[in-house]
């Protein structure tokens, strides 16, 4: 088959792209079933620190930690070596991971309403969720994206992205000293929640 139009082509192109899309009922059933998953790790979980270890191999499975990271870091990580790449994005999983399963107490499950997921662009597409934990309620909205096997690429709360949180403070270490002063910064966050 010959294409002769431009236009004939994007619209093939388009149209190809548009069936890899994920679908916003797919997000959501993706993120529901992550939810359970580590809820489910909670519950058999003796202790916050036991519950962080315990839900890491869950978490990676549903969160593009790479992905993440990169992001965080912002455009200085192109200057990273693979080698730093992958110790950056260790220390991130390890400080993200840390600091969110600690605010939960194993055993105590938030009541998590999901709202209608959306899709803002092709291969994106994010779940807002209402969530009341502890008498404290949050609006949580979760981004996943195709690119990153349909995995969780950020996390807003309460209007905050983790993402663009983290960067502010990673983009002032590259400045200050490159790459190694990032490294170096996770590890010493991750260091002090021990």
């Given at each position: 088959?010959?294409?002769?139009?431009?236009?004939?082509?994007?619209?093939?192109?388009?149209?190809?792209a548009?069936?890899?899309?994920a679908s916003?009922?797919e997000a959501?059933?993706?993120?529901?079933?992550?939810?359970?998953?580590?809820?489910?790790?909670a519950?058999?979980?003796?202790?916050?620190?036991?519950f962080?270890q315990s839900?890491r191999?869950?978490?990676?499975?549903?969160?593009?930690?790479e992905?993440?990271?990169?992001?965080a870091?912002?455009p200085g990580?192109?200057?990273?070596?693979?080698?730093?790449?992958?110790?950056?994005?260790?220390?991130?999983?390890?400080?993200?991971?840390?600091t969110?399963?600690?605010k939960?107490?194993?055993?105590?499950?938030?009541?998590?309403t999901?709202q209608?997921?959306v899709?803002p662009?092709g291969?994106?597409?994010?779940?807002?969720?209402?969530?009341?934990?502890?008498?404290?309620?949050?609006?949580?909205?979760?981004?996943?994206?195709e690119?990153?096997?349909?995995r969780?690429?950020?996390?807003?709360?309460?209007g905050v992205?983790?993402i663009?949180?983290?960067?502010?403070?990673?983009d002032?270490q590259?400045?200050?000293?490159?790459?190694?002063?990032?490294i170096?910064?996770?590890?010493?966050?991750?260091?002090?929640?021990?």
């Amino acid at each position: 088959m010959t294409l002769k139009s431009p236009h004939l082509l994007i619209l093939v192109l388009s149209l190809l792209a548009s069936g890899l899309s994920a679908s916003p009922a797919e997000a959501l059933a993706r993120l529901k079933t992550a939810v359970n998953e580590v809820l489910a790790v909670a519950d058999r979980s003796s202790s916050a620190a036991a519950f962080a270890q315990s839900a890491r191999p869950v978490l990676q499975k549903h969160i593009s930690f790479e992905t993440m990271t990169r992001r965080a870091v912002g455009p200085g990580w192109r200057s990273f070596t693979p080698a730093q790449q992958q110790q950056a994005t260790q220390q991130f999983t390890t400080l993200i991971i840390r600091t969110y399963t600690s605010k939960f107490t194993p055993g105590e499950h938030p009541n998590i309403t999901y709202q209608n997921a959306v899709s803002p662009a092709g291969g994106r597409v994010d779940v807002p969720t209402h969530m009341v934990y502890k008498g404290s309620r949050y609006n949580v909205t979760y981004r996943m994206e195709e690119e990153a096997g349909l995995r969780i690429t950020d996390v807003t709360i309460e209007g905050v992205s983790l993402i663009a949180n983290y960067r502010s403070q990673l983009d002032a270490q590259f400045k200050k000293g490159g790459a190694a002063a990032v490294i170096s910064s996770l590890t010493q966050s991750v260091s002090r929640q021990r």
